[in-house]
Each structure stands twice: as structure tokens, then as C-alpha cells.
């Protein structure tokens, strides 16, 4: 991964905050919302800004799943939290650098549901 996307643009607002691949953005340390700095820029050697962007949407994804409502729902199907993770490589950010609650649920929800 790392060299793969030299230049990203360092955002200044949230419609800066650049999509990552699924791969880019796995969910690899896990719900728990624990991801060191460290780790995360060793995964983007060659680009301080693509390591900021996931950092950014690591957040945003966090905050959505902690919600107390999302976090029960999340429970209530095993494929939720996996699409929950692979759409936020991508998913739009908010003018309070988050993903609308309502907006990516929905977003969550017409993902075709797979057994994990």
C-alpha cells in the first residue's frame, strides 16, 4: 500500500477528506476504536496525507458506530458492521467531519446482506 497513492492533498474541509480503497480502509483494529498513530502511518510509508485521511475517516467511523442506537443495531446483524466498515473508505463527510447517522445507515442498509 505504501507509494500507491503519493500526493494526497492534505484536507482542509471535509469535502477534502479523499475516498480510500476498501483495502485501504479495513477495519483491520478492529470496533474497539484503537488504532495507533504508528500504525497507521506505517501503512502509508510514502504519504503522511493518505495516513491523515484514514485516520480522519477511522474517526468519523467510530463515532458513528459508538452512537448507542448504531451500536445496537450493528449487533443485530453480523454483515452490518462489515459493510458499515467497507463504506466508510468512501462514504461522504459531513460539515462536522462525520458520516451522517441517518444518511449512512441507509447507505448501510441497501448493501446486499451476506452471511460473515
Known amino acids: 500500500m505504501a507509494g500507491q497513492h503519493a500526493g494526497t492533498a492534505f484536507p482542509i474541509r471535509p469535502s477534502d477528506v479523499e475516498a480510500l480503497s476498501v483495502s485501504e480502509f479495513t ?3 478492529g470496533l474497539k476504536g484503537s488504532a495507533s498513530l504508528d500504525a497507521v502511518c506505517r501503512r502509508f510509508l510514502d504519504d503522511a496525507n493518505r495516513a491523515l485521511v484514514w485516520v480522519i475517516r477511522f474517526r468519523a467511523f467510530m463515532a458513528w458506530c459508538e452512537r448507542a442506537e448504531i451500536a ?11 459493510h458499515a466498515c467497507e463504506l466508510a473508505a468512501t462514504f461522504v463527510l459531513s460539515d ?6 441517518d444518511a449512512f445507515r441507509a447507505a448501510v442498509e441497501l448493501c446486499p446482506r451476506t452471511r460473515l
Request: glycine content about 0%; aromatic content about 24%.
Open 27 to 29: 477495519c483491520e483494529f
Open 72 to 82: 445496537e443495531w450493528l449487533k443485530s446483524d453480523p454483515s452490518y458492521a462489515h
Open 96 to 101: 462536522d467531519w462525520e458520516f451522517d447517522r
